[in-house]
């Protein structure tokens, strides 16, 4: 099969499941403190490069739903983005978290700290670090080990 169309649909498959994740668990994906069950999905750059795209056209879709408006739509998307860049770079499975945790702690905890009175900026980076640290470490990498443990959905993803 043509290798484009590949990556295309795995784009495509990854953006889709984040979406439905994030949006059928709203109450606990927006939020100053936020746990997105999608984004235990980050560790798929581990395997494929499909899922930089589609971890951030999956979170751009989600956040036209935030609460925070364009602001989260633009920044959370471009930390999603620039973590999954990063992490894809990342050849160990233990250390392919961290830009997840520290640009979604960062980038959208100020954005929470701009769009919720009273909120500090500090409370805010701790709230969603510690979201990002359960999406994933707690999910994330116990998916990735069953992925890596199972020949064909790893072959699917290469």
Known sequence: MNKKIIFIVQTAVIAAI?????????PISFGPVQVRISEAM??????????????????LISNLASPYGMLD????TLATLLS???ARRIRHKWLIGIPYVVFNAVIVGY?????????GWLYAALGVG???LLSVYVLGIPLLN???????????LQ
């Open 42 to 59: 980050s560790v798929l750059v581990f395997f494929t490069p499909a899922a930089v795209p589609g971890l951030a056209i999956g979170c």
């Open 73 to 76: 739509i633009v920044f959370g």
């Open 111 to 119: 954005v929470l700290h701009l769009m919720v009175a009273g909120l």
């Open 18 to 26: 984040y979406f439905v994740l994030t949006f059928f668990l709203t």
């Open 84 to 86: 999954a860049i990063c």
């Open 130 to 132: 510690l979201g990002e």
């Open 146 to 156: 069953l992925i890596d443990k199972n020949e064909p959905i790893k072959r699917m």
